[in-house]
């Protein structure tokens, strides 16, 4: 299998999926390669390679363009040469729950990356009958993820609070890249959920890095994202039972992949 990653040259997701897919033959492009918010040029891209799947990662969260219109073209693009895509997309377009979110919950954002990740996976899934939008949750593991540098920071004194009412399906990088790298050369279609099997808090997800990395969890101090003037999504947290079914690609929980 061809399989083009955009984000495969510097992203930190995209970068993973690369080495997941070493038995393919892979095409690693970025922004280098092609602005994705420029249509002709991420046509002439595609059309260059050829692939036979694309796994687009690349995103930028202030950006609308490049989340929703870029997702757009590489679609689009896709399409054109008969080539799968998968789009890596985000738990944000839900607006948070008391109840986990499986495949038929309806997309609510409240949030402008929320709306331009719904806006993503409209397009790709109306580019091609066997396109694919895989939502997922916090990406780390790797110890180099911007979340992981973040609790160290705040593990060696930094100012700052993770907070314990945000809960999501964190995963490891690693899983999700395999997951992906499967999902392109598969028949699944339509939304799938790629969370990890654990819900945790933001404060959670923290301790359980601080311990892994020999720091002092109780170091850490919790914060209620609700009480903030704009909280974005707060319970968002993905069932991903639908994805143990179709996947072979374990994805597992923060509780065992974080463990000392």
Do not use: I, W
Request: net charge negative; glycine share 10%.
């Amino acid at each position: 299998m061809r399989l083009l990653v955009t984000g495969g040259r510097t992203g930190y997701l995209g970068r993973h999926v690369v080495a997941a897919a070493e038995a393919h033959d892979v095409v690693a492009v970025g922004s280098a390669d092609a602005d994705v918010r420029d249509r002709a040029a991420v046509v002439a891209l595609l059309e260059r390679h050829r692939p036979d799947a694309v796994v687009h990662t690349a995103y930028v969260q202030s950006d609308p363009d490049v989340t929703a219109a870029g997702a757009a073209h590489v679609a689009e693009a896709a399409a054109r040469v008969g080539a799968r895509m998968v789009l890596v997309s985000s738990d944000v377009v839900f607006g948070g729950s008391d109840e986990p979110y499986d495949e038929s919950a309806p997309p609510h954002p409240v949030s402008a990356y929320g709306e331009a990740k719904v806006a993503a996976e409209a397009a790709t899934l109306a580019s091609a009958p066997d396109a694919v939008a895989a939502r997922t949750s916090l990406v780390l593991g790797d110890g180099e993820s911007k979340h992981e540098q973040l609790v160290r920071s705040l593990a060696r004194g930094r100012d700052g609070v993770l907070f314990e009412d945000e809960r999501r399906c964190p995963v490891h990088v690693g899983d999700l890249a395999a997951a992906l790298v499967e999902l392109a050369g598969n028949d699944v279609r339509g939304v799938l959920h790629l969370g990890g099997a654990d819900a945790v808090s933001r404060l959670e997800l923290g301790r359980l890095v601080a311990r892994r990395d020999g720091l002092d969890p109780a170091a850490l101090r919790g914060g209620l994202r609700a009480e903030l003037s704009d909280p974005g999504p707060v319970d968002v947290r993905l069932d991903s039972t639908l994805a143990a079914t179709v996947l072979t690609t374990r994805l597992r929980g923060a509780r065992e992949f974080l463990a000392p």
